[in-house]
């Protein structure tokens, strides 16, 4: 697509329940990330897949959140059991493969503003 | 791990005047230095980037300066107008193994441009 596309753009869901973001990357970006971002705060990383390699998690904020993407393309990013402090902005962005020397800029999502209530 | 800096958290300038954004970075394997630039309630959105070979890069009013030695990087915006005001983020890449490529962001700093 000609954009980083996510879906839903709003979720508000109760306490406990289990949610599913969907991001649909760039055609041709092999990169995908997720990032956090809280009301007036920074970008916070959850995790990163590149291509066929196994994804960096290292950002996850506990087991509650996991993601995975499939063929390559789209990525699901699941909270179970959610909580109010998981209350958030979820952005996805994309990006051309990482190439030794030349790093490549990211496209982001519009985001899923999620509301746990 | 890789940690970036960004100074300030807020900046307030009056229209025309120059604002200048600073950050810092650990990792000396970073190769990549990105700037976002994100509007209230928008995405953010890239609007200049610099990599490690190179010093300086300027786009109009907008530029960016690199100091590998001091591991330091900067935004610097001319002639501001107000719809500069955003929140911009700095980046850097992170450079080992599997995860090079992922970009570590400072936290924002917050450009008030007074008519």
């Known amino acids: 697509g000609a954009g980083v596309s996510q879906s839903p753009s709003n979720k508000v869901t109760e306490k406990g329940k289990d949610v599913e973001l969907r991001c649909d990357p760039i055609?041709?970006?092999?990169?995908l990330y997720w990032y956090r971002q809280s009301l007036g705060q920074g970008l916070e990383f959850l995790i990163y897949?590149?291509?066929?390699?196994?994804?960096?998690k290292s950002g996850l904020p506990s087991d509650r959140f996991s993601a995975e993407r499939t063929g390559g393309s789209v990525s699901t990013l699941t909270i179970q059991r959610t909580q109010q402090e998981d209350s958030a902005v979820y952005l996805c962005a994309s990006s051309l493969p990482w190439t030794g020397e030349v790093g490549y800029g990211y496209t982001f999502g519009s985001g899923t503003r999620l509301t746990v209530v | 791990g890789e940690n970036v800096e960004q100074h300030p958290s807020t900046l307030s300038v009056q229209e025309g005047d120059s604002a200048v954004i600073k950050c810092t970075y650990s990792?000396?394997?970073?190769?990549?230095f990105p700037w976002y630039k994100q509007e209230l309630g928008k995405r953010p959105q890239l609007i200049i980037d610099?990599?490690?070979n190179v010093g300086e890069k300027k786009d109009q009013r907008i530029a960016v300066t690199l100091n590998k030695t001091a591991k330091h990087f900067s935004l610097h915006i001319t002639e501001t107008q107000p719809e500069d005001s955003a929140v911009y983020f700095c980046a850097a890449s992170w450079g080992y193994g599997g995860s090079q490529g992922n970009l570590i962001f400072g936290k924002g700093t917050k450009l008030s441009v007074k008519p």
């Open positions: 897949f590149q291509g066929n390699s196994a994804p960096d």
């Open positions: 990792d000396s394997a970073s190769n990549y």
């Open positions: 055609s041709g970006h092999t990169a």
């Open positions: 610099i990599r490690s």
